[in-house]
């Protein structure tokens, strides 16, 4: 059976891993989920990522998780644009996701940035998801 929903997957293995004080998660390999990853780890959100060759040619990601002081960097991530509702935003209309604090992950047409980026590019897009 395919997944309708394999970012938000990736973003539940996430918080499932950083609940149960796991080093580094497993995750099946897409170029959204690398890119998703890219931007996690410029942000400081997670230690880093690889990109593991499987026997029957297949990737895997390699998260490798952070946590601060025994308690995991994420205290929260979910997904906002869903496949059962797409939210687009302008780069005048972005949100501002915890005052600032957290970050929102946008789609562009310049590929995937921050909230903060893309208001400075002056270009909108699709908000994937926030995390604080």
Do not use: W
Not at 2 to 14: E, K, N, Y
Not at 44 to 58: C, H, L, P, Q, T
Not at 62 to 74: D, F, M
């Amino acid at each position: 059976m395919a997944m309708s929903d394999p970012l938000g997957d990736m973003l539940a293995r996430i918080r499932n891993g950083q609940m149960a004080n796991k080093s580094v998660i497993l995750c099946p390999f897409s170029k959204l989920r690398e890119n998703v990853c890219k931007v996690l780890v410029d942000e400081g959100f997670i230690r880093a990522y690889k990109v593991e060759e499987r026997d029957n040619n297949k990737k895997d990601l390699l998260i490798e998780l952070k946590y601060a002081e025994g308690r995991g960097v994420i205290r929260k991530i979910a997904r906002v644009s869903k496949p059962g509702r797409r939210v687009y935003k302008g780069a005048k209309d972005m949100p501002r996701f915890y005052n600032g604090l957290g970050v929102l992950i946008v789609s562009t047409p310049q590929g995937l940035m921050t909230d903060h980026k893309a208001r400075a590019a002056n270009v909108g897009g699709e908000v994937l998801c926030q995390i604080f």
